[in-house]
C-alpha cells in the first residue's frame, strides 16, 4: 500500500457567511466576493480559504475574512462542518495528478460597522446582497462556487431560527439599544410585523439578556418628551423559545429533517458553537 493511500491527503479550510442589516431599505444582507481565480472563477462566494497549520479554526476565519473583504466582523461562531467527498478536489500534484479532499468549516459572522469594502488579488468583486427569506433566487447568485449557495441557504435558514432561541439579535445593534430596536431586528430578518406589547414583555422576561442602561449612547440625537429607555446585552443566552416566528413552521420543519438526516449519518458531524 503506497503512502497516498495510507494517508491520503485532506485540506481544512473556512468559509464565513457574514450578515449585516441595512436599515435604510430594512433587509437583511449577507457579504458576497467573486473570484478571479480557479477553480470557479468569475463565480460569487462565500470568503473563505485554507486553514494553516499554525492556527486553530476561528483564528483562520477571522484572518481570511479581513483579508478577502478589509472589515472586521463584531460576532463568529462556528455552525457546521461540510465534508461531501465532491464538493472541491484540489490537484496537489500535477504530475500525478494526485487530488486531495477538502473539509470545509462555515462560520456565522455579524458586521456591525460601516467600512468600506477592500478587494484582494484574488477577488473581482465584493459586494452585499440582499437576502429575504421570500423569493431567496431573486436576489443571490443560483451558481455560486462549490457549495457555497447550500451552505448560505442553511445559515440564513438557521439565523432566523436562532431568534426563537437564543438572544443574538443584540448582536447586530450598538452598544447601547432600545426594545424597540430589538423588534427591528426580528422584523427585519423574519419579514414579520409583531405586536410591541406582546413582544417587549417577552424581551424583558428573558433573564439574564438585556439590562436597563443608566446612560445612553453619547452621540444620541437630543429629542423632546420622555427620553427612550436604553439598554445593554449582558450575555446570549440560550432560552426556550421566546417567541416564535409566525411564518417560521417551515423552516423549523426543513431544521427537524436535517437534523434527522444527521442523526443517521457517521461520517459527517456539524460543528456547533454557542
Not at 128 to 137: A, E, L
Request: aromatic share 10%; proline share 5%; glycine share 4%.
Amino acid at each position: 500500500m503506497g503512502v497516498s493511500e495510507r494517508f491520503p491527503v485532506s485540506l481544512n479550510a473556512v468559509n464565513v457567511v457574514c450578515f449585516k442589516i441595512d436599515w435604510q431599505e430594512k433587509m437583511l444582507n449577507v457579504l458576497l466576493v467573486k473570484r478571479s481565480i480557479s477553480p470557479y472563477k468569475n463565480k460569487w462566494s462565500l470568503p473563505g480559504g485554507f486553514v494553516q497549520g499554525d492556527e486553530t479554526l476561528e483564528e483562520a476565519a477571522r484572518r481570511i475574512f479581513v483579508d478577502e473583504t478589509g472589515i472586521s466582523p463584531a460576532y463568529l461562531s462556528q455552525f457546521r462542518s461540510y465534508s461531501d467527498t465532491k464538493r472541491d478536489k484540489r490537484i496537489v500534484n500535477q504530475r500525478s495528478g494526485q487530488k486531495a479532499r477538502v473539509v470545509t468549516t462555515a462560520f456565522t459572522a455579524i458586521y456591525t460597522s460601516d467600512e468600506e469594502l477592500q478587494l484582494n488579488e484574488e477577488s473581482e468583486d465584493i459586494r452585499w446582497f440582499k437576502i429575504p427569506r421570500r423569493y431567496f433566487s431573486r436576489y443571490i447568485p443560483e451558481d455560486m462556487a462549490f457549495d457555497h449557495h447550500d451552505i448560505l441557504l442553511e445559515a440564513s435558514n438557521r439565523l432566523r431560527i436562532s431568534l426563537e432561541y437564543s438572544g443574538l439579535a443584540t448582536r447586530f445593534l450598538p452598544k447601547h439599544f432600545t426594545l424597540g430596536q430589538i423588534q427591528d431586528i426580528y422584523e427585519i430578518i423574519w419579514e414579520v410585523e409583531l405586536d410591541p406589547a406582546n413582544f417587549r414583555e417577552k424581551l424583558t422576561n428573558v433573564e439574564g439578556w438585556i439590562k436597563e442602561s443608566k446612560a445612553g449612547p453619547k452621540d444620541a440625537e437630543p429629542r423632546r418628551g420622555k427620553p427612550p429607555t436604553w439598554y445593554k446585552e449582558h450575555d446570549i443566552p440560550q432560552f426556550d423559545r421566546m417567541i416564535t416566528n409566525p411564518n417560521g413552521a417551515v423552516i423549523r420543519e426543513k431544521e427537524s429533517e436535517y437534523q434527522r438526516n444527521l442523526d443517521n449519518l457517521t461520517g459527517e458531524i456539524p460543528v456547533i458553537k454557542n
